[in-house]
C-alpha cells in the first residue's frame, strides 16, 4: 500500500510541476531538485520500509541541492557578463 500510495504522490507532483513553464530559473531548478529527491527518497525509503518519510526528506535534500545548483550556475553567469562586458571595454 506505501508503495502505491508513493507512487500516486510522485505522480500528483510530476503533474503539478509540469504546468509551471513560467517559473524563474531559481523556481525550476528547485523544484526540480525536489522532485527528483522526493523520487529518490521514495524509492529509498520504500526499501527501508517508509517511502513517504524518504520521499519527504528526499524533497528537502533535493530542493536544498536545487537551489545550491542555481545560485553557482548564477555565479557562472555573472562572472562571464562581467568578463566579456571588460573584454569588450578594453578592447575600444
Known sequence: MSRSLAT???????LSLSACADLS???QR???????GAAGGALIGAMA???GLGAAIGAGVGALGGFAWDQSVQRSERAYSQGYAAGRASSR
Do not use: K, R
Open 30 to 36: 528547485t523544484g526540480t531538485g525536489a522532485l527528483g
Open 25 to 27: 530559473p531559481t523556481a
Open 49 to 51: 520500509g517508509n517511502a
Open 8 to 14: 500516486a504522490g510522485l505522480l500528483a507532483a510530476i
